[in-house]
C-alpha cells in the first residue's frame, strides 16, 4: 500500500543514508516491492527472504513465537542492507542499500531516525 | 558406483540425528539402556535423559586408546587398572582422575569424543531396544546432552575443521552474554549442515540444534545471490539474532541485549566487507 508518507521516507532515506544507492518499501507478505527510489524487483525478493528466513531462524530457538524482526541487516562483500519494518503500516518494510564503505553504525542511526520520524515516534 | 567412505559417514550422521532425538523425546529425563542387535552388537547407558557410556563391538578405538595418548601410562599398566575396576565396580574414568594419571578436562573430552564417535558407529545400525533400569552410579559432569554428542560425533573425520568452527564461534562471543552455534557445511547429507559446536547455554537438545542449523542454512541461502555473509535481526524487545558464513561453516548467535549483540556485529562486519 503506497503512501505520500512511504513515498516520502523513501525520498528521505535516499538523500540521507550514508553512500545511499536504493531505497525501497517491501510487503514482506508477498514480497511486492511497494515504492522504490532505484531499487529493483529482485531487491523486493531479498528484503522479503531475509525477513520470512529470519524469522525462522530466531523461532526455531526455545521455541520463540513473538519473532517478528523489527530491524534486519545485511551485509556483504559489496553491500549494506538496512531494513525497518513499520509499525505504522503492518507488513511493509523500507530498506536502504549502502555501498560497503559506509559507517554500519552511521547507517542503522540514520534510518531508526528518519523511519521513526515518519512513524510519529521522534 | 559404490558411495565414498564420506558419503557413508555423512548418510549414518543422518541417522544419529534420529537417535540422539529419540534419547531427548521419547525417553526424556529417563535412565536405561539402548541395546542395539544381539546384546554384544552395543549398548548405550543413558542416566537422567543424559547419555553417560556407549559402547560398540565395531569401534576400533576404545577409551584407553584415548585416554593412553593423554597419559605417560602403557597400555597394559591402563588395562590392570581397567580390570581392577571392572572386578571392583568402580568407575574406570574417575579412578584415573582420583590418582592423578588423567585431569579432569582430558577425561571428560576422552568419553565424550568416545561417546559420539561410538554413537555414530550404532546409528548405522537397526532401531535399538529401549530397555528402563536404575542407573545411577555415573557423576552427572560425565554425562552428555545430546547437542555436546552431536556436535562432536563428527570429529572423527572432520575434526580440525570442527575445532577451527569452535574457536571461530569463541572468538565471535567472546564474554558476551549470548549462544552461539557453529556448524559445517556438508552438501552430500540430507540436511547439508554438520552442528559441530555450541557455547552460551546448557540445555540445549539435538532436535532444537539441527533445527537452529537447518534454517540459518536456508537463512544464508536465501540470500546467496545478492552475496549476504552476514545477517542480523532484531525484534522489538531488543532480542537479535546474528547469522554468518566464513570459510565454508554456518554461525548463529542470539542474545537479549541489542547492545552486546552490536558489539559481535561490528567484530563480524569488519571481516565479512573485507
Known amino acids: ?122 | 558406483m559404490s558411495a565414498s567412505p564420506e558419503v557413508r559417514e555423512t548418510n549414518r550422521f543422518d541417522r544419529l540425528c534420529v537417535l540422539l532425538e529419540t534419547i531427548d523425546e521419547l525417553h526424556a529425563g529417563q535412565s536405561g539402556s539402548l541395546s542395539f542387535g544381539s546384546a554384544s552388537q552395543g549398548i548405550v547407558l543413558v542416566q537422567s535423559g543424559r547419555v553417560c557410556w556407549a559402547a560398540s563391538s565395531m569401534m576400533p578405538t576404545r577409551l584407553t586408546d584415548r585416554l593412553r595418548h593423554a597419559c605417560t601410562l602403557s597400555e597394559h599398566s591402563l588395562q590392570l587398572i581397567f580390570r581392577d575396576c571392572r572386578a571392583s565396580g568402580t568407575p574406570f574414568g574417575e579412578t584415573l582422575v582420583e590418582r592423578g594419571i588423567v585431569s579432569f578436562d582430558v577425561l571428560r573430552t576422552a568419553l565424550l569424543q568416545h561417546n559420539a564417535e561410538t554413537l555414530l558407529q550404532l546409528a548405522g545400525q537397526p532401531a535399538p531396544q529401549w530397555r528402563p533400569a536404575k542407573i545411577e552410579q555415573y557423576d552427572p559432569s560425565l554425562t552428555f546432552t545430546s547437542a555436546e554428542l552431536l556436535a562432536h560425533s563428527a570429529d572423527g573425520w572432520w575434526g580440525p575443521l570442527a575445532a577451527a568452527a569452535r574457536d571461530e564461534l569463541r572468538a565471535a562471543l567472546r564474554d558476551r552474554h549470548a549462544v552461539g552455534l557453529s556448524f559445517l557445511r556438508a552438501p552430500e547429507t540430507a540436511d547439508s549442515i554438520v552442528p559441530v559446536g555450541f557455547v552460551g547455554t546448557d540445555d540445549l537438545s539435538a532436535r532444537e540444534m539441527l533445527a537452529i542449523g537447518r534454517a540459518a542454512e536456508r537463512a544464508m541461502q536465501s540470500c546467496s545471490a545478492a552475496g549476504g555473509r552476514l545477517v542480523a535481526s532484531t525484534r522489538a524487545d531488543g532480542r537479535t539474532t546474528v547469522i554468518w558464513i566464513d570459510d565454508g561453516a554456518y554461525y548463529v548467535a542470539f542474545g537479549d541485549d541489542r547492545s552486546e549483540m552490536a558489539f559481535i556485529v561490528a567484530h563480524l562486519s569488519r571481516r565479512a566487507l573485507e
Do not use: W
Open chain 1, 1 to 122: 500500500m503506497r503512501t505520500p508518507v512511504i513515498d516520502d521516507l523513501l525520498t528521505r532515506l535516499r538523500t540521507e543514508v550514508p553512500d545511499c544507492i536504493a531505497a525501497m518499501a517491501v510487503d514482506v507478505r508477498d514480497g511486492a516491492l511497494v515504492a522504490s527510489r532505484g531499487a529493483e524487483d529482485a531487491a523486493a525478493d531479498v528484503v522479503r527472504e531475509l525477513f520470512v528466513h529470519t524469522r525462522a531462524v530466531t523461532c526455531a530457538f526455545r521455541s520463540a513465537d513473538d519473532a517478528d524482526p523489527q530491524e534486519v541487516i545485511m551485509l556483504s562483500a559489496g553491500r549494506a542492507y538496512v531494513c525497518q519494518a513499520l509499525k505504522q503500516h503492518p507488513g511493509i518494510v523500507a530498506a536502504a542499500v549502502s555501498a560497503h564503505t559506509a559507517n554500519l553504525g552511521m547507517l542503522l542511526a540514520v534510518m531508526r531516525r528518519e523511519v521513526a520520524a515518519v512513524e510519529g515516534d521522534a
